[in-house]
């Protein structure tokens, strides 16, 4: 089949461990990066946000990290809870209206 | 109402069919997106609308036809589709532009199809 051979990144971590899950960008000129949470059976959901002239900032439980340098972006997700095991995509604004996803990475939350 | 509702959940149907896909907001959002999502990939955007005109197609094939009746309403319609395209596509709205907040895209849970 098509997918043979692919498969997400996977992040296995423990109930109330903490989470860091990595996004390498392409553009430089992109001025705007979301992330977003993608659980089974479900559409994309928007977690936290970041603009290009910030380096961090913090929600609830979540952080997202920002390097322009690299062109690299972090979420780390506090005391993570089995709830939070769902696949998540960075997303970064690429012109006009217009969103562009990266790879993904499967966060798996073991009791 | 913050949500974006897909119809169907799941369609299946063969190469020689025509069906549609819908989608509906009530947020009052002017912008509207296709995405098509392969298993273990990420989204891939298809289609924008912003206020209610086609401002992107991202090189889709023909067989693929968008049309956005107002402002609350999106469709795609499907024709003469092969078994590659089967596939989740979703259906997400924002803001009309301008601002950063255009971007925030909310998504409904999608239509799986596939194509035999």
């Known amino acids: 089949g098509e997918n043979v051979g692919l498969h997400l990144p996977t992040l296995s971590v423990q109930e109330g461990d903490n989470s860091i899950i990595n996004c390498a960008y392409s553009?430089?000129?992109?001025?705007?990066f979301i992330w977003y949470k993608q659980e089974s059976g479900k559409g994309p959901q928007f977690i936290i946000d970041?603009?290009?002239?910030?380096d961090k900032r913090q929600g609830q439980r979540v952080t997202v990290l920002l390097n322009k340098t690299v062109k690299h972006l972090s979420l780390q997700i506090a005391a993570t809870q089995p709830g939070d095991s769902a696949v998540y995509f960075c997303?970064?604004?690429?012109?006009?209206?217009?969103?562009?996803f990266g790879a993904g990475t499967r966060l798996a939350v073991h009791p | 109402d913050t949500e974006v509702t897909q119809t169907p959940k799941h369609l299946v149907m063969g190469m020689t069919n025509k069906k549609s896909l819908k989608c509906e907001q009530h947020?009052?959002?002017?912008?509207m997106y296709w995405y098509k999502q392969k298993a273990k990939k990420p989204p891939e955007l298809m289609f924008v609308?912003?206020?209610?005109?086609?401002?992107i197609n991202e090189s889709v094939p023909s067989r693929f036809s968008p049309e956005c009746p107002n402002s609350s309403l999106l469709n795609l319609h499907l024709h003469a589709l092969q078994p590659e395209d089967s596939a989740l596509y979703l259906c997400?709205?924002?803001?009309?532009?301008?601002?950063?907040?255009?971007?925030?895209?909310?998504f409904g849970a999608g239509s799986r199809l596939t194509v035999l």
């Open positions: 553009n430089s000129a992109s001025d705007y």
């Open positions: 997303a970064e604004k690429s012109g006009y209206n217009k969103l562009i």
């Open positions: 997400a709205s924002s803001q009309g532009p301008p601002g950063l907040r255009a971007n925030v895209l909310t």
């Open positions: 947020m009052g959002h002017r912008a």
């Open positions: 609308y912003s206020y209610e005109k086609l401002s």
């Open positions: 970041i603009r290009s002239n910030m």
